[in-house]
Each structure stands twice: as structure tokens, then as C-alpha cells.
């Protein structure tokens, strides 16, 4: 399946050795392989598996052209006139490379979906804590929106208790009063307003992913390595030497294009100048995905190549009665069961060893794809969670601006009340 997914396509030409030339055509990246496939043919070249590949450099074929050469365990393959220049293709294909050896799930690893009753008692369990922790933060966001509505309303009261403020002042002295009646007045209170906007708690925020990603800004030909943080309140981005290029708060971001399960674009759009716009592409990128899909899930758009993983990940759950803290125990047992076996039917002899790998595997608390699942809705928990704690943290200095604006509403009419039986 990873096979038919097209990472990337550039425009190239190949050196084939046996027959002394070089032959045009298109150098693809999937996430599992590379190959090269001619243009007038249509004949696949060479294709090899990342993981063969011992070293990718920049080299120089008869010292004038600029070409790459990718090192295999039985061969070494040229390739030039890369577009749009050798650097991009480059960096490309060293992040895959790099994340294909740092990756425990080669090729190898992808075996059959099977399922435990631990494992779907465990997903039921996230399925269900995720179900109430997204309608939570829903309430959370209403009860935000209320908070903002009073704070509008209490600035409008203040701002027309100084419209009256004035007019009393006009009523206690007149312009047209010969004797001076203003010298008479208590001097202005000058003491600068409180502010009232609630500041945002940017020095509390919560990392829920850092993967390293591969960053195209404005062109296709600036492209750099750095890296994605995903935080509770927005996404930052930065290079490889950890200098933040620029950092997109949650309402600040107006949508996120997801074109391949590996690659994406961030925009922010504005009137009268350039947008600010990233295309990020990572190895990494399909577990970024969903917590892309929580955080802006108003503001993101499959692209047409993405389609089928929309599809592929909402399967429903069934939600189960016991308690995570249960399953969780009852995880440790079998785990404890399970390490426990060796031990005690250790007999000498070819047979045992096979006995023993048996009974582990009938004894397998959870399938490599549920582990994978559960890692999943696992980080979708942390991002839900941190979000709440965020909105909890800034309701929390909402009411306390809240309380301190009432409060002085109150003394104020209570002050403009006096003064104006005093006119009466």
C-alpha cells in the first residue's frame, strides 16, 4: 500500500552504466522506496528500498555537472539535471532515509491486523474518555464565548459611565455660571485605566508533538530541514538549529491543506500584503495529522491525494463498561503473565523453545496495529487535554477581570446616583 503513495516527483536524468549514457526522465519517492522511470519508455530504470541505501551525497560528474549519487548495497546510481535543483531533492531524500533507519516499522513490520480482546477493550476505553473530553472542551468553548460577551458588555458600561461622568460634570457647573463653580470641583481622577483584554497565556504552553520536517517557504527551490512543534494554543516552526521562523497562534491560522498523508501546507491569510504560507512535508506527518484534525478541524482540507485517509482512520468503536484504571490493571497481569512463562517451563530440548514462542504469542496483550492505534488516541488525549487546561487557565483571568470590572461599575453608580440627587 505504501508503494502506490508518490512522496514527490522531479524531473531528472539517470546514468545507466552498461550502456554508457544518460536517459531523461522522472526520480520518484515513495515512503518505502525510490525509483527512476524513463520518459519515452515508460520502463522502470531502478528501484531500490530506502532502507538498502548506505549514503546519499552531492557529487560532480566529470567535474562540471552537479548530480547525486545514492550509494546501494551492490551499486552506486547517478542521477542529474534534478529539478528544481539538487539541494531540494537532496534534503528530501535524507529526511526519508534518515526516518526510514530511525523507524522501527521497516518493511517488515507491516504484518496482518489482528486483534485482541485487550485491544479493543482498551481502544473502546480511549474511544469513549476522548467522546466525553471533546464534548467537554465544546462546553468549555461555549462558556469561553459567554465570557467574552460580558467582558464586551461591562467595557461598554464603562466607556458610557464616562460619557455621563461628563455630562454630570457640565449640570454641576455650567458654562454660563459667573462664579467660577469648576474651581470649586475636586480635581479629575487621572489614574490610567486597567486593561481589560486577557492576556494569553503563551508561557504555559503545552508541547503535544515535535517531529522534524522539511520546509518550503514562498518557492519550491527554498526548501530547509527544521522542525514542527504542535502546542496547545498553535504550531511553531523552526530550522534546524532551533530558531523559531515563525510561530501561528490557533485563531491566527486561516487553513491547513493536507495534500498527501506526508505533506501539508499552513496559511495565514491578510489584506494589502503577502500571506504567510508553509508547505511542510515529514516522514512523520501521518501522526501529526490528527492532532492537525482536532486542533483546526474547521480550518482543514483534504486534498485529492488524501481522500483515502479520511476513510481509513474513522472506524467506529464500541465503548466499554469498566473502568480504564481495570483495564489498565488487568493490562499489567498479562504483561506479568506473559514475561513470567519463560521462566517456569524452561525444559532443555528443540521442542521447548518452540513451546515457549507459542505460548507467548497466544499470550499477546495487544497487535502491533492496535499499539499503533492506541499511540494515536493516546496524543489525541494530551492535545485535548492541554487545550482544556488552556481555556480553563484563560476563563480563570477572564473572571478575574470580570469581578474587578464589575466592582468598580458598581462604585462608579453608586457615585453618579449621589450626585445626581444632589442636582435634584
Same mark, same amino acid.
Given at each position: 500500500?505504501?508503494?502506490?503513495?508518490?512522496? *514527490?516527483?522531479?524531473?531528472g536524468?539517470?546514468? !545507466?552504466?552498461?550502456?554508457?549514457?544518460?536517459?531523461?526522465?522522472?526520480?520518484?519517492?515513495?515512503?518505502?522506496?525510490?525509483?527512476?522511470?524513463?520518459?519515452?519508455?515508460g520502463?522502470?530504470? !531502478?528501484?531500490?528500498?530506502?532502507?538498502?541505501?548506505?549514503?546519499?551525497k552531492k557529487?560532480?560528474?566529470?567535474?562540471?555537472?552537479?548530480?547525486?549519487?545514492?550509494?546501494?548495497?551492490?551499486? &552506486? @546510481?547517478?542521477?542529474?539535471?534534478?529539478?528544481?535543483?539538487?539541494?531540494?531533492?537532496?534534503?528530501?531524500?535524507? *529526511?526519508?532515509?534518515?526516518?526510514?533507519?530511525? $523507524?522501527?516499522?521497516?518493511?517488515?513490520?507491516?504484518?496482518? %491486523? $489482528?486483534?485482541? /480482546?485487550?485491544?479493543?477493550?482498551l481502544?473502546?476505553?480511549?474511544?469513549?474518555?476522548?467522546?466525553?473530553?471533546?464534548?467537554?472542551?465544546? !462546553?468549555?468553548?461555549?462558556?469561553?464565548?459567554?465570557?467574552?460577551?460580558?467582558?464586551?458588555?461591562?467595557?461598554?458600561?464603562e466607556?458610557?459611565?464616562?460619557?455621563?461622568?461628563r455630562?454630570?460634570?457640565?449640570?454641576?457647573?455650567?458654562?454660563?455660571?459667573?462664579?467660577?463653580?469648576?474651581?470649586l470641583?475636586?480635581? !479629575?481622577? =487621572?489614574?490610567?485605566?486597567?486593561a *481589560?483584554?486577557?492576556?494569553?497565556?503563551?508561557?504555559?504552553?503545552?508541547?503535544?508533538?515535535?517531529?522534524?520536517?522539511?520546509?518550503?517557504?514562498?518557492?519550491?527551490?527554498?526548501?530547509?530541514?527544521?522542525?514542527?512543534?504542535l502546542?496547545?494554543?498553535?504550531?511553531?516552526i523552526?530550522?534546524?538549529?532551533?530558531?523559531?521562523?515563525?510561530?501561528?497562534?490557533?485563531?491566527?491560522v486561516?487553513?491547513?491543506?493536507? @495534500?498527501?498523508?506526508?505533506?501539508?501546507?499552513?496559511?495565514?491569510?491578510?489584506?494589502?500584503?503577502?500571506?504567510?504560507?508553509?508547505?511542510?512535508?515529514?516522514?512523520?506527518? %501521518?501522526?501529526?495529522?490528527? +492532532?492537525f484534525e482536532?486542533?483546526?478541524s474547521?480550518k +482543514?482540507?483534504?486534498?485529492?491525494?488524501?481522500?483515502?485517509?479520511?476513510?481509513?482512520?474513522?472506524?467506529?468503536?464500541?465503548e466499554?463498561?469498566?473502568?480504564?484504571? @481495570?483495564?489498565? =490493571?488487568g493490562?499489567?497481569?498479562?504483561?506479568?503473565?506473559?514475561?513470567?512463562?519463560p521462566s517456569?517451563? /524452561?525444559?532443555?530440548?528443540?521442542?521447548?523453545g518452540?513451546?515457549?514462542?507459542?505460548?507467548?504469542?497466544?499470550k499477546?496483550?495487544?497487535?502491533?496495529?492496535e499499539?499503533?492505534?492506541?499511540?494515536?488516541?493516546?496524543? &489525541?488525549? &494530551?492535545?485535548?487535554?492541554?487545550e482544556?487546561?488552556?481555556?480553563?487557565?484563560?476563563?480563570d483571568?477572564?473572571?478575574? +477581570?470580570?469581578?474587578?470590572?464589575v466592582?468598580?461599575?458598581?462604585?462608579?453608580?453608586?457615585?453618579?446616583?449621589?450626585?445626581?440627587?444632589?442636582?435634584?
Amino acid at each position: 500500500m505504501n508503494e502506490d503513495i508518490r512522496i *514527490h516527483t522531479w524531473p531528472g536524468s539517470y546514468y !545507466v552504466s552498461s550502456e554508457k549514457r544518460w536517459v531523461p526522465g522522472k526520480l520518484s519517492l515513495t515512503p518505502v522506496s525510490v525509483r527512476f522511470t524513463a520518459d519515452k519508455s515508460g520502463e522502470l530504470l !531502478v528501484g531500490f528500498h530506502l532502507s538498502s541505501i548506505s549514503e546519499i551525497k552531492k557529487e560532480s560528474s566529470n567535474f562540471i555537472f552537479s548530480s547525486l549519487t545514492i550509494l546501494e548495497t551492490h551499486a &552506486k @546510481h547517478w542521477f542529474s539535471s534534478l529539478q528544481p535543483n539538487r539541494n531540494v531533492v537532496f534534503n528530501i531524500l535524507e *529526511h526519508f532515509w534518515r526516518e526510514q533507519l530511525l $523507524s522501527s516499522e521497516g518493511a517488515g513490520a507491516q504484518a496482518l %491486523p $489482528s486483534q485482541t /480482546s485487550k485491544g479493543k477493550e482498551l481502544t473502546g476505553l480511549l474511544t469513549g474518555s476522548q467522546k466525553r473530553l471533546e464534548d467537554t472542551a465544546k !462546553v468549555l468553548e461555549h462558556q469561553g464565548e459567554q465570557f467574552d460577551n460580558i467582558m464586551k458588555g461591562l467595557n461598554k458600561i464603562e466607556s458610557e459611565m464616562d460619557v455621563a461622568d461628563r455630562l454630570l460634570s457640565e449640570l454641576e457647573s455650567p458654562s454660563w455660571w459667573p462664579f467660577g463653580g469648576r474651581l470649586l470641583k475636586s480635581p !479629575v481622577d =487621572t489614574k490610567p485605566k486597567e486593561a *481589560h483584554l486577557v492576556p494569553d497565556p503563551k508561557n504555559k504552553d503545552g508541547v503535544i508533538l515535535r517531529i522534524p520536517v522539511i520546509i518550503t517557504e514562498r518557492t519550491d527551490s527554498n526548501v530547509r530541514p527544521g522542525k514542527l512543534t504542535l502546542l496547545a494554543s498553535g504550531l511553531e516552526i523552526s530550522d534546524s538549529s532551533s530558531q523559531v521562523l515563525h510561530r501561528f497562534d490557533k485563531k491566527d491560522v486561516d487553513d491547513v491543506k493536507i @495534500h498527501t498523508p506526508y505533506e501539508i501546507s499552513v496559511r495565514q491569510r491578510f489584506i494589502g500584503k503577502p500571506d504567510i504560507s508553509y508547505r511542510l512535508l515529514s516522514a512523520k506527518m %501521518p501522526e501529526a495529522i490528527p +492532532v492537525f484534525e482536532m486542533q483546526f478541524s474547521k480550518k +482543514v482540507q483534504f486534498m485529492e491525494d488524501a481522500l483515502g485517509l479520511v476513510g481509513a482512520r474513522k472506524t467506529p468503536q464500541e465503548e466499554a463498561g469498566p473502568s480504564i484504571w @481495570h483495564a489498565a =490493571t488487568g493490562l499489567l497481569g498479562s504483561v506479568m503473565q506473559a514475561g513470567s512463562i519463560p521462566s517456569s517451563s /524452561s525444559s532443555p530440548g528443540a521442542g521447548g523453545g518452540s513451546q515457549q514462542a507459542q505460548l507467548q504469542k497466544q499470550k499477546e496483550v495487544v497487535s502491533e496495529s492496535e499499539a499503533q492505534e492506541l499511540r494515536r488516541m493516546l496524543r &489525541k488525549l &494530551k492535545s485535548l487535554a492541554l487545550e482544556t487546561e488552556t481555556e480553563l487557565e484563560r476563563q480563570d483571568e477572564a473572571l478575574d +477581570v470580570i469581578t474587578s470590572s464589575v466592582d468598580r461599575a458598581t462604585t462608579n453608580i453608586d457615585k453618579q446616583n449621589r450626585r445626581i440627587k444632589k442636582l435634584t
